[in-house]
């Protein structure tokens, strides 16, 4: 069995720095190091005091230490990490480019005052799982023992349970529609013959290559089989590479 410092090293890029990033901007709290109100998403700061670091910084902060917490870290270790080894595997510029859409979705989003939330993190967290979803959709989940499900029920089961255990539903269904555009944009519109218009930019594929990542593109237009099987851990069908070249 490795040990956590060989399972950290082992993580992929993106999800490694940005579970990461989360784990020390609460920690940094946890220590009273900073007070979560100045990094918070206040659209009035941002605009009249040019505040603009508030526009990223709102993305890392998922609260104070607490099951919560620890469950949103988890899900990036589990269902981040299993989409960028999966179907973003060798595509790490596609799958920070998923990222950085979500995240000006959510901005967006979050823009109007009903929709408003100060930390978009848990949003974005809830957009990984979405897609995720959305890749894997007969992967079996289990939760906490008690019930079974196909992973393509899991956002709304956690939303569900969100909402019982009294934590905010905007969070969740923010990160629920941002996954739906970014599945609808890139998977279901050219699926129906329609044009994708969500390509990764080159700067995103240049960031990556200076990043030191060396990622190496999957075959164009490699079609889907349909028999092929998807496991019960999370493991997505292969070939949809083709949504994010066309």
């Known amino acids: ?47 009249y005091r ?19 917490f620890g469950i949103r870290l988890l899900m990036i270790a589990r269902y981040g990490v299993q989409l960028e080894n999966g179907p973003f595997d060798r595509r790490t510029a596609d799958f920070l480019w998923m990222m950085i859409f979500g995240s000006f979705t959510l901005l967006v989003l979050s823009a109007i005052p009903i929709l408003w939330s100060p930390f978009l ?19 079996q989940i289990n939760i906490y023992g008690l019930v079974q499900l196909k992973a393509f029920y899991f956002p709304w089961a956690m939303l569900a349970l969100d909402v019982i255990f ?19 944009l890139t998977v279901l519109h050219p699926l129906a013959g329609g044009k994708n218009i969500l390509k990764t930019p080159m700067w995103v594929h240049k960031l990556v290559s200076r990043w030191g ?27 949809r590479s083709y949504r994010l070249s066309d």
């Open 1 to 47: 069995m490795s040990s956590p410092a060989e399972f950290y090293h082992s993580l992929p890029p993106i999800s490694k720095a940005y579970g990461t990033l989360c784990l020390v901007a609460t920690t940094a709290f946890q220590l009273g190091l900073y007070n979560p109100a100045h990094i918070a998403l206040l659209y009035e700061d941002v605009f």
């Open 50 to 68: 040019f505040q603009v670091w508030r526009l990223f910084t709102n993305f890392f902060f998922l609260g104070k230490f607490s099951i919560n």
């Open 121 to 139: 993190g848990i949003s974005l967290v809830f957009m990984l799982l979405y897609v995720w979803s959305r890749e894997s959709p007969n992967a």
């Open 166 to 184: 009294g934590s905010p539903l905007v969070p969740d269904l923010l990160g629920i529609i941002a996954g739906h555009l970014y599945y609808f």
């Open 213 to 239: 990542v060396r990622v190496q593109p999957m075959n164009r237009g490699q079609p889907i089989n349909p028999a092929q099987p998807e496991t019960s851990t999370g493991t997505a069908f292969r070939g």
